[in-house]
DNA sequence: TGTATTCAATTTGTATACATTTCGTATACG
DNA sequence: CGTATACGAAATGTATACAAATTGAATACA
């Protein structure tokens, strides 16, 4: 691929993953041709690869839009994580990283310095970067397509709900951390039961945090300071 | 989508699925152009879609080849194909089909008309649409882009290893339209946990008969009667 | 006032011509 | 004789021009 496609492809994934196009947001073909100095053929061509990986949504005579997070598959996507997360850090362990962990240990790296800083969409590219990497280690294609689409909608709940300004949000994301340094001893050791377990505490960590978001505590009562219900 | 071009899809489809394209074959974009009737352009889009889908696979400066189906894949195969049928049967019978079951008697009786007439390459298509609809019932994006996937591979090694004439085929055959029947029943009636059982005793008949043509019983030896190891 | 219909403007889809890259073959050289 | 290199034919990738379809607004009508 030559490297101006590659570059728009990566962009236009960065800019869905970031919100900078919000779900269900269309994108303009002729302004992104231009944008990227590319002409509308290849453009396409990018388009047709991001619906495929899930980051858009493709119809005929329609424009390409972000694709889109409704309840139902907001659903879907707590119903399924749990279990394609586990089978791919199972297989990874499994692989003992396949060769791979010294990378991973470089995202985790940057993952780190980008909380450390502050900067949620850093944190969270890198973090997806992170599973997704995990994902390629359990080197299996069936599950690696279930994988990418669920990390898609995960990383955009994540940057939706993520206040870096929140008071105890320091502690989530330290543990966050710390758990990705646990999954990346447990993967390297070829501890495939431990990695899982890891995997499932830091999952509900993750959708601990995203359903506080959803149905947040009751606000008090100003006028009578009696809990509401 | 034009119809000319979804036309072009569902053959290409086909085609790949029947091994009328083989796996590592090349796919020649002029011929192509010229049968279809249309210019390089769209034919280039439904590559792409094809390549997303997982029948074909798509490298830059290469021309589209057929995917392949080497023995790290057949691996991966068997070792995730329970898990996501499991998943997505107990998902399509919670939903008792999602009101699709209608067309799934459709497919069904086709199957069914295509077994006794003895066309393997027309029961392995409706045999690979039952279960892709079982997927679309399921409702689950993420678990459909690992099915589908799945199907691809199990339909083309199903056509690989089937001999019409087999003398004890033809009971494993009949045992695969019951184990259908059966299916739908319980998605109907939304007995998730029996379908899920069905589906696994389903995946271990095709699983076996799968096995035996991997590693044939072993000849018996004409000189010397006797059973070898 | 609300709804249906027509038409222009914009956008998406396709074809073709051209640029670039790859692959096979022939030839030169070690 | 085997290997490396250079060339040319063929295929892939991109740009542009044109055709078809969709959108939105303005107008006519109930």
Redesign the interface.
């Given at each position: 691929?030559?490297p101006k496609k590659s570059d728009l492809l990566e962009t236009l994934r960065t800019r869905v993953l970031t919100l900078a196009i919000a779900p269900g947001a269309a994108l303009d073909e002729a302004a992104l041709a231009e944008e990227f100095g590319v002409s509308r053929?290849p453009l396409?061509?990018v388009f047709?690869?991001l619906?495929?990986?899930?980051y858009i949504s493709l119809r005929?005579g329609r424009s390409a839009v972000a694709s889109s997070m409704d309840m139902?598959?907001m659903r879907?996507?707590f119903?399924?994580?749990p279990?394609?997360y586990a089978?791919t850090t199972r297989l990874a362990a499994e692989h003992r990283g396949a060769g791979r962990v010294p990378e991973l240990r470089a995202i985790q790296a940057k993952f780190c310095v980008a909380t450390l800083a502050g900067d949620a969409d850093q944190a969270a590219l890198f973090n997806h970067h992170f599973h997704n990497l995990i994902g390629e280690m359990a080197?299996?294609?069936?599950?690696s397509?279930?994988l990418d689409?669920?990390l898609i909608d995960h990383t955009r709940l994540s940057e939706m709900f993520f206040s870096p300004a929140g008071p105890d949000e320091a502690a989530l994301v330290g543990r966050a951390v710390s758990d990705h340094d646990q999954m990346i001893a447990a993967i390297a050791a070829g501890e495939a039961a431990r990695a899982v377990e890891i995997t499932l505490a830091h999952w509900a960590l993750s959708r601990d945090r995203m359903e506080r978001f959803v149905r947040p505590d009751p606000l008090e009562d100003p006028l009578n300071r009696e809990a509401l219900p």
């Amino acid at each position: 691929m030559t490297p101006k496609k590659s570059d728009l492809l990566e962009t236009l994934r960065t800019r869905v993953l970031t919100l900078a196009i919000a779900p269900g947001a269309a994108l303009d073909e002729a302004a992104l041709a231009e944008e990227f100095g590319v002409s509308r053929t290849p453009l396409r061509e990018v388009f047709q690869k991001l619906d495929s990986e899930g980051y858009i949504s493709l119809r005929p005579g329609r424009s390409a839009v972000a694709s889109s997070m409704d309840m139902p598959r907001m659903r879907q996507f707590f119903q399924t994580a749990p279990m394609i997360y586990a089978a791919t850090t199972r297989l990874a362990a499994e692989h003992r990283g396949a060769g791979r962990v010294p990378e991973l240990r470089a995202i985790q790296a940057k993952f780190c310095v980008a909380t450390l800083a502050g900067d949620a969409d850093q944190a969270a590219l890198f973090n997806h970067h992170f599973h997704n990497l995990i994902g390629e280690m359990a080197g299996n294609p069936y599950l690696s397509a279930a994988l990418d689409r669920l990390l898609i909608d995960h990383t955009r709940l994540s940057e939706m709900f993520f206040s870096p300004a929140g008071p105890d949000e320091a502690a989530l994301v330290g543990r966050a951390v710390s758990d990705h340094d646990q999954m990346i001893a447990a993967i390297a050791a070829g501890e495939a039961a431990r990695a899982v377990e890891i995997t499932l505490a830091h999952w509900a960590l993750s959708r601990d945090r995203m359903e506080r978001f959803v149905r947040p505590d009751p606000l008090e009562d100003p006028l009578n300071r009696e809990a509401l219900p």
